[in-house]
């Protein structure tokens, strides 16, 4: 129902974007919202955006990372910048999304990995 995509090696201080779309006979998506699990760490909350267009980020990332929404499109956005070492990890977004037939289910994202290294 969620499909990542857009992670991948970069040096320190470059960008990417990451994407996640949802899919199937959604009726409507509540907060969605990226996280990220490092290895040997548990999976922390990286930012989030209401269905309004409020956000929230992590300390960590405020100030390089920016969350977006396209509702038309059903598809979440993490555009980051000035990526550190520190920000390699796996990235999942999640969402609650309410479905015709399915009803109101909570799902996630596969996974795309990022890894920030010279």
């Known amino acids: 129902q969620l499909q990542a995509s857009g992670g991948g090696l970069v040096q320190p201080g470059g960008s990417l974007r990451l994407s996640c779309a949802a899919a199937?006979?959604?009726?409507?998506?509540?907060?969605m919202n990226w996280y990220r699990q490092a290895p040997g760490k548990q999976r922390e909350l990286v930012a989030r955006?209401?269905?309004?267009?409020?956000?929230n980020y992590a300390d960590s990332v405020k100030g390089r990372f920016t969350i977006s929404r396209d509702n038309a499109k059903n598809t979440v956005y993490l555009q980051m910048n000035s990526l550190k070492p520190e920000d390699t990890a796996v990235y999942y977004c999640?969402?609650?999304?309410?479905?015709?037939?399915?009803?109101?289910?909570?799902?996630w994202g596969q996974g795309t990995q990022v890894t920030v290294s010279s």
């Open positions: 199937g006979s959604i009726v409507s998506i509540g907060t």
């Open positions: 955006i209401t269905s309004s267009g409020s956000t």
């Open positions: 999640n969402a609650p999304i309410y479905s015709s037939g399915t009803g109101f289910r909570d799902y």
